[in-house]
């Protein structure tokens, strides 16, 4: 079984400002991919940003980074120079890697506010 | 453009009237899920299917059923809503990567918000 935490249920940051975004996971596979989305308030999951558990070195696309640390079982967002857009709820998600269809399995959500 | 479809996009039903929710992907994936999301609890897989005539319950399939008949489609059917189910619900779609396959992004519709009374 497969299980995602995300501690912080609000976070809030300054414009320009960066934030990181909690999420460690458990599971018994060996092989397994970690996903963050985005869910903007008019309600649509926007895919962020991929680790794989074998990858060496940490995922980054623009200005989302992953801090993956696979012996503390953590997969932490690091949203930088914020902006008001990115007001969001933000979801950390896993899956293994060989079977399972494809599930997906999701933390209960981290939602982000950026003030000005 | 490629995209995930679901309708309706929102959805007010009484207890017990049958309903049924489309899913419709133009990427010709494989594999499709549905999901639903419910405050506090995150998103939980109801089922999914690897291809066509194979599914499988996810997490929480009591009181839905599915079926693929074809690749592009993937119903969700509720044969007797009760009030628990009022949630949103999202379709997915992913394609088994060749070179990756663990970039196998899933592409989600845009939510089918359900109210049972």
């Known amino acids: 079984a497969q299980k995602i935490t995300q501690t912080q249920p609000g976070m809030f940051v300054q414009e320009k400002e960066a934030v990181t975004l909690d999420c460690t996971y458990d599971?018994?596979?060996?092989?397994?991919?970690l996903f963050w989305y985005k869910q903007p308030s008019s309600g649509e999951m926007i895919f962020l940003i991929y680790?794989?558990?074998?990858?060496?070195q940490n995922a980054t696309e623009g200005r989302y980074s992953l801090n993956f640390q696979k012996a503390r079982k953590s997969a932490n967002l690091v949203i930088s120079a914020s902006q008001l857009g990115d007001s969001a709820m933000y979801f950390c998600?896993?899956?293994?890697?060989?079977?399972?269809?494809?599930?997906?399995?999701f933390g209960t959500g981290t939602q982000l506010k950026v003030e000005l | 453009e490629a995209q995930v479809t679901q309708n309706p996009r929102y959805l007010i039903t009484v207890t017990g009237k049958k309903l049924t929710v489309t899913c419709s992907q133009n990427?010709?994936?494989?594999?499709m899920s549905w999901y639903r999301q419910d405050p506090g609890l995150g998103l939980r897989q109801i089922y999914y299917?690897?291809?066509?005539?194979?599914?499988d319950k996810g997490d929480v399939p009591e009181g839905y059923k599915v079926s693929r008949k074809e690749k592009r489609n993937f119903p969700l059917i509720l044969e007797s809503p009760s009030p628990n189910q009022t949630s949103l619900y999202f379709c997915?779609?992913?394609?088994?990567?060749?070179?990756?396959?663990?970039?196998?992004?899933?592409?989600f519709g845009p939510g089918t918000r359900l109210t049972v009374l």
């Open positions: 680790q794989g558990s074998y990858d060496e």
């Open positions: 997915a779609s992913s394609q088994p990567g060749v070179l990756r396959p663990s970039t196998d992004t899933q592409y």
């Open positions: 998600a896993m899956r293994p890697l060989t079977g399972g269809g494809n599930k997906l399995t």
């Open positions: 599971t018994s596979d060996q092989s397994y991919g």
């Open positions: 299917s690897m291809n066509v005539e194979v599914t």
């Open positions: 990427m010709n994936h494989e594999y």
